[in-house]
């Protein structure tokens, strides 16, 4: 369910935004334990976009994550995040003033979602939750839904 928005101003090839939802994905996946079929990444490109920081017209790259929040996620581990987004950035696209990562918000806005029609845990119940819906997740990959054959793939790796 966490959504990544990545708005940028520089040049980004399809690979490098194919890298750059892999790398958030798997920080996601490995940081809360979220099963990657539920990180979404959107990239959309914001150089024709108005935007004022103090003041000023500015144009800058930025990422913009909408999760959920609790209190077993420390404001030093969304921090830590933050930081594991920028060197993910800075490794695949490059530094500096016109390429460079500027942003890194966290927005704990996510109060609770659906997907698929199954109700989201809340933040440190997906394991539970995990076992709760196997079936109804099993169900639907077995009807073909490409994102429930992934996680019975996912799944079976991490067993």
């Known amino acids: 369910m966490p959504l990544y928005d990545v708005e940028y101003v520089c040049p ?14 798997q920080l996601h996946s490995q940081r809360f334990q979220t ?15 108005v935007v004022f920081r103090g003041g000023k017209r500015r144009h800058y ?9 609790s209190n077993d996620r420390s404001n030093e581990l969304y921090i ?10 800075e490794r695949i696209v490059g530094t500096g003033n016109e390429v460079g990562l500027r942003t890194v918000w966290v927005m704990g806005a996510l109060t609770t979602a659906l997907e ?8 440190g119940e997906e394991k539970e939750w995990l076992r709760v819906n196997w079936p109804q997740f099993k169900a639907l990959a077995e009807a073909g839904d490409e994102d429930f054959i992934d996680l019975m793939k996912e799944e079976e790796l991490l067993a």
Do not use: M, Y
């Open 12 to 25: 980004l090839s399809l690979s490098q935004q194919e890298e750059l939802a892999q790398a958030f994905t």
């Open 35 to 49: 099963p990657r079929v539920f990180i979404n990444v959107r990239f959309t490109d914001a150089s024709s976009q």
């Open 61 to 69: 790259n930025r990422v913009i994550l909408r999760s959920r929040t």
């Open 80 to 89: 830590e995040h933050c930081r594991a987004i920028v060197a993910a950035w």
């Open 116 to 123: 698929a029609g199954i109700a989201r845990p809340k933040t």
